[in-house]
């Protein structure tokens, strides 16, 4: 392996891991606080990246605003969605479980339906790539990792300091405590279902441009979150942000050695071997 | 409170299940993904049953939208021209369409749906993988199978039942690649990629037996990918330290994968030849790329159809499938709509509903071929069960999808 491929590969990493970081961010969220395994979470991500697909290039509107908005919408849908088909479950994982795979279905053939099965393109607000001793650096991409930095702060922030986050976290050590102490169980599971899903949303709103927006793009986002959230531990945020990193170099290093579809399975083999070591994930609460 | 939840979750549900079956007649719509029957005229007539399988949702649905809206056209248009005549007595077709998915325990259970519950003799299958699914069922139950996919391994000498109506990657390959050999002679080195699925797996060994016809090209091999990657940044940094310029042969089976390949490796520095046999949904995945990622492409599954070298007849369906549809239309649509004319024939040449009849029938049958002239069933694997066609090479010229030639699998007219 050359210094070059070395280099390529460990910027390669970085920009794929924080990549998986924001999207897994919300994923995480709404486990540790609702206790929901919501598969639909994907689906909100491919919203995002469909309605700011209608936006920005349909309606013509800026790229940036169209992400608020975006991301606003997507939001709210969650809100609904946590409000109309989790609220009815809770307390009831296998219950919850069935609809959001039911929601897996119909979500992507509806998009499929009304806006088309084909690769929708998202012009790049930042385009272009620099070049560093023989290393390509893709300026979207590190605007990418720039804009991850910040949402990740940002949600750290909030959840440590913000009236609303701190009940998120007391709901997520112990429901009925929190609801003792006055905190509206109900109110938070919608707060935090609008952050995951919003996150999800402007997650996909910073990716698309890098690739495409299609309505099974929501598949590989799932199956590469439940990794990152598993090695990380199931409802910690700083597990989603160690997880994604860390998929992100497995991938990038790996690719150099085996093809893809084997890397694909290295994410399961460290799953195993950090559940043998940690059965909670390498974050995760005990 | 908690009973009024339940109710309005339940009608939200059946309303979003409703809309992600259906299929209104707007022109950017999927056809259903469950099952849809084309209008056959009201007659005294008998009618012929066709099914018409694809992936209809999912990553391979472009391929499968495609070739069943084709396949569609043509029992259109067979029914609009009278039908056919099969022993003295008329027959109107009826398309009996489903969603076979993109994978082969789909193709399974879309395949047993035709014929065990739908009683249908004949089945028009696009994709490899779902195929290779029914196959499974419509070799046993003696269905007849007419294909689009890109292997010859369903064609092998057990599988009496099943024709191909488009060219295995052999034909494509070999046409492309001599046109590419003739157009850049210079560049001599070539590297392959492929999904890793069902499709990939099958139609791996056509594509490198492919390569080895030209003993100019430098073989280096091949890597797979997983269907749905959209970052291949990790994956490239591996392809170009193998220096595989000029020449990336692609082949992608899935939504969005292609363009994404194609913007990543031109990010990436790469400058070298791209030859793309067999993706669908091409403009869309140019759009994804940019004009620079795809300049001088070599692409082949969709023509610019209003350029040289398309025949009147082929712009006459674009014409109708985009007013139709309200996209450009990909040779996946001919593909089918020759598929059901195939059918046709066989059946007209037998005399007979019989399948085991129409089989024996069918290495003799020709019909009017919207690839121009007489289709008929070329020799393959011992029995004449492939049919050939020329094709359109075309390419991007300052962000323009252009026609260059036309190509077949054993000469080159420009």
């Known amino acids: 392996m050359t210094f070059t491929m070395f280099a390529q590969s460990a910027i390669d990493g970085l920009t794929t891991g924080m990549v998986y970081v924001v999207v897994a961010l919300g994923l995480t969220l709404v486990f540790g606080v609702m206790d929901i395994v919501n598969f639909a979470h994907g689906e909100m991500f491919m919203l995002g990246a ?237 | 409170m908690r009973n009024l939840s339940m109710a309005v979750m339940a ?102 749906k035709l014929v065990f519950t739908d009683q249908v003799k004949f089945v028009i299958s696009i994709g490899t993988g779902n195929t290779q699914g029914s196959q499974q069922v419509t070799e046993p139950n003696k269905v007849l199978l007419i294909y689009n996919g890109g292997s010859d391994a369903l064609i092998a000498a057990q599988y009496a039942y099943t024709f191909r109506v488009t060219m295995a990657l052999d034909g494509f390959m070999t046409a492309m690649l001599s046109f590419a050999l003739e157009k850049y002679p210079q560049n001599t080195r070539i590297f392959s990629t492929i999904y890793d699925d069902a499709s990939g797996k099958a139609v791996m060994p056509t594509m490198q037996d492919a390569i080895k016809q030209f003993p100019q090209y430098q073989n280096l091999g091949f890597d797979n990918y997983t269907p749905g990657t959209t970052d291949f940044y990790p994956w490239i940094t591996k392809m170009l330290a193998m220096n595989p310029q000029p020449n990336i042969l692609n082949l992608t089976s899935t939504t969005g994968t292609l363009g994404n390949f194609l913007k990543q490796l031109n990010e990436r520095g790469y400058t070298g030849l791209i030859i793309s046999p067999s993706s669908a949904g091409l403009a869309s995945e140019f759009k994804v790329a940019g004009p620079k990622a795809t300049e001088g492409i070599l692409y082949t599954r969709e023509w610019n159809w209003e350029g040289d070298f398309v025949t009147p007849r082929q712009r006459e369906m674009s014409r109708r499938y985009t007013s139709q549809y309200n996209i450009p239309m990909t040779t996946y649509v001919l593909d089918g709509y020759d598929a059901v004319y195939a059918v046709a024939a066989g059946v007209v040449a037998a005399g007979s509903l019989d399948a085991t009849a129409v089989r024996d029938a069918m290495p003799n049958a020709t019909w009017d071929s919207v690839y121009g002239g007489k289709g008929q069933f070329y020799e393959k694997l011992g029995r004449k069960c492939a049919f050939y066609y020329p094709i359109v090479v075309g390419t991007v010229k300052n962000g323009e999808m252009v026609n260059l030639g036309i190509a077949n699998p054993t000469q080159l007219k420009k």
């Not at chain 1, 272009?128 to 804009?147: D, F, I, K, N």
């Not at chain 1, 929190?178 to 919003?198: E, F, H, K, P």
Request: charged content about 10%.
């Open chain 1, 50 to 286: 469909i309605v700011l697909w209608f936006l920005s290039v349909s309606l013509g509107i800026n790229y940036i605003v169209a992400l608020l908005m975006s991301a606003i919408a997507i939001a709210i849908l969650g809100v609904l969605i946590e409000r109309l088909f989790y609220r009815p479950f809770r307390g009831r994982l296998l219950d919850s479980f069935i609809v959001a795979l039911a929601l897996v279905t119909i979500i992507p053939n509806t998009v499929s339906n009304i806006a088309g099965p084909f690769a929708k393109a998202i012009p790049s607000p930042l385009p272009g790539t620099l070049q560093v001793q023989g290393v390509t650096l893709s300026l979207e991409r590190m605007a990418v990792v720039m804009a991850s930095i910040v949402l990740v702060a940002a949600l750290f922030a909030f959840i440590q300091w913000h009236k609303a986050g701190k009940a998120m976290r007391a709901v997520a050590q112990d429901p009925d405590a929190a609801a003792l102490q006055g905190i509206s169980i109900d109110r938070t599971s919608s707060v935090c279902m609008a952050l995951g899903c919003g996150l999800a949303a402007a997650a996909a709103g910073l990716i698309a441009p890098l690739f495409s927006a299609t309505p099974w793009m929501g598949g590989e986002v799932i199956m590469k979150s439940f990794i990152i959230i598993i090695i990380g531990g199931l409802g910690s945020v700083p597990g989603a942000v160690l997880g994604g990193i860390l998929l992100g170099y497995l991938e990038a290093f790996g690719t150099l050695f085996v093809s893809l579809p084997i890397v694909t399975l290295f994410g399961f083999v460290l799953i195993i071997v950090v559940l043998l070591a940690r059965p909670k994930g390498l974050l995760g609460r005990a």
């Open chain 2, 11 to 112: 009608l939200v549900m059946v309303f979003l299940l409703a809309a992600s079956a259906c299929s209104a007649p707007t022109p950017t719509q999927a056809p259903a993904a469950t099952q849809a029957l084309v209008p056959t005229p009201t007659t005294a007539a008998g009618v012929l049953k066709i099914g018409n399988i694809g992936p209809l949702a999912g990553v391979g649905s472009e391929y499968g939208t495609s070739g069943t809206r084709g396949a569609n056209m043509a029992v259109e248009d067979i029914n609009k021209a009278g039908g056919i005549t099969v022993g003295g007595k008329k027959y109107v077709l009826q398309a009996v369409t489903s969603d076979s998915g993109y994978a082969v325990d789909t193709g399974r259970t879309a395949a047993e």
